[in-house]
């Protein structure tokens, strides 16, 4: 309790703020989850370019799915130490899905620049049910509505792709 009787505002754990806002990406301004975003690809970039062929989409599925284990509870307890439900300091969401985006797709600047696009478009349009899952509790609706804007902007990646339209 604070001095005043009111109880003192809590703090999230810093391995979970670290997490939560990826080493402080999510205090950028404006939109911090475009910078979020931004930086996942420049980060995937490198890591791809120095992972065999063979390895990217395995690499990728992997971090995918680690970053989205992890990122739910850390969304979890930065929410609760912010009293929001989805403050926006929290990117590791945006992380999750900007490399779901990116699955299978080859590395060109076209395909990053397709694949960043649609990936913001559908986490800001949140088409059903990404918006329906951004209703679950705490962390679980603040990553997984971002891993849904993912899986369709990986299916609309894949898209151009068989059409033939990006390279």
Avoid: C
Avoid at 110 to 138: C, M, N, S, W, Y
């Amino acid at each position: 309790m604070a001095e005043s009787g009111t109880v003192a505002p809590s703090r999230a754990p810093l391995w979970a703020s670290l997490t939560a806002t990826v080493f402080g990406i999510g205090n950028m301004h404006p939109g911090p989850g475009t910078w979020g975003s931004a930086a996942t690809m420049l980060l995937w970039a490198a890591l791809a370019n120095a992972l065999p062929l063979p390895f990217r989409t395995p690499v990728l599925i992997a971090l995918a799915a680690v970053i989205t284990l992890v990122g739910i509870p850390a969304a979890t307890l930065v929410s609760r130490a912010a009293a929001k439900k989805d403050p926006s300091i929290v990117v590791i969401d945006e992380v999750a899905g900007q490399l779901i985006s990116l699955i299978a797709v080859p590395l060109a600047w076209k395909t990053f620049l397709a694949g960043f696009i649609l990936f913001r478009v559908f986490d800001i349009l949140k088409p059903p049910p990404v918006r329906q899952l951004e209703r679950l509790p705490e962390g679980t609706g603040i990553v997984l509505d971002d891993v849904a804007a993912g899986v369709y902007a990986l299916a609309g990646m894949q898209l151009l792709l068989h059409l033939g339209l990006l390279r």
